[in-house]
Antibody, heavy 125, light 113 residues
Framework: QVQLQESGPRLLKPSETLSLTCTLS????????WSWIRQPPGKGLEWIGY???????NYNPSLKGRVTMSVDTSRNQFSLRLNSVTAADTAVYYC???????????????????WGRGTLVTVSS | DIVMTQSPDSLAVSLGERATINCKSS????????????LAWYQQKPGQPPKLLFS???TRESGVPDRFSGSGSGTDFTLTISSLQAEDVAVYYC?????????FGQGTKVEIK
């Protein structure tokens, strides 16, 4: 059974860089896409972006170029960096797998299962 | 971006009664090449991550009780709980994966009346 666990600093000051790692157990990083999703306290869900096991990425433009994702297949980990954080970046950050559904000609992804338990990152001076 | 709008924002239903949640997308999420709707539903209980209930609008995930059903196509979708149980108290989200950025509805909170 695939399980995901987020790790990283939980308290940041404004302008610092958020850095989180998601470690996968019970499965392999390949051949999937892997996403980061966040949820401000008491609010809804926002997709941050995904990374493919090959290293290709797709980020949400709403984060205005502050996001970088990376993958380490040897460690079964993928990571998120978000720079120049503000209080608006305070949220529970989840990592999740993007399942893939393939037909004879194409593959499709973009929904999320399973999810990590999430980690609350607080930005405060 | 595709905007997902859920209604209502919250609802209170008696145990054993039907709960209906609507989700409307600002653009069509039915892909003509495979005739599938790029729409997922999630359930989030307090203090837990979201749990996938349905992919492709109405493909139920393993282990999801059959009192849950998904329906709809194009821009209008519905999640129905046919007979609400106490363990169904949660916030429910729809999400489109037709085009990036993937986007979620604002959530619908289901409570017991």
């Amino acid at each position: 059974q695939v399980q995901l666990q987020e790790s990283g600093p939980r308290l940041l000051k404004p302008s610092e860089t958020l850095s989180l790692t998601c470690t996968l157990s019970g499965g392999s990083i390949s051949p999937y896409y892997w996403s980061w999703i966040r949820q401000p306290p008491g609010k809804g869900l926002e997709w941050i972006g995904y990374i493919h096991y090959t290293g290709s990425t797709n980020y949400n433009p709403s984060l205005k170029g502050r996001v970088t994702m990376s993958v380490d297949t040897s460690r079964n980990q993928f990571s998120l960096r978000l720079n120049s954080v503000t209080a608006a970046d305070t949220a529970v950050y989840y990592c999740a797998r993007d399942p893939t559904d393939c037909s004879s000609t194409s593959c499709y992804t973009g929904w999320f299962d399973p999810w990590g338990r999430g980690t609350l990152v607080t930005v405060s001076s | 971006d595709i905007v997902m709008t859920q209604s209502p924002d919250s609802l209170a239903v008696s145990l054993g009664e039907r709960a209906t949640i609507n989700c409307k997308s600002s653009q069509n999420v039915l892909y003509s090449s495979n005739n599938k709707n790029f729409l997922a539903w999630y359930q989030q209980k307090p203090g837990q991550p979201p749990k996938l209930l349905f992919s492709w609008a109405y493909t139920r995930e393993s282990g999801v009780p059959d009192r849950f059903s998904g329906s709809g196509s194009g821009t209008d979708f519905t999640l129905t709980i046919s007979s609400l149980q106490a363990e169904d108290v949660a916030v429910y989200y729809c999400q489109q994966h037709y085009t990036t950025p993937w986007t979620f509805g604002q959530g619908t909170k289901v409570e017991i009346k």
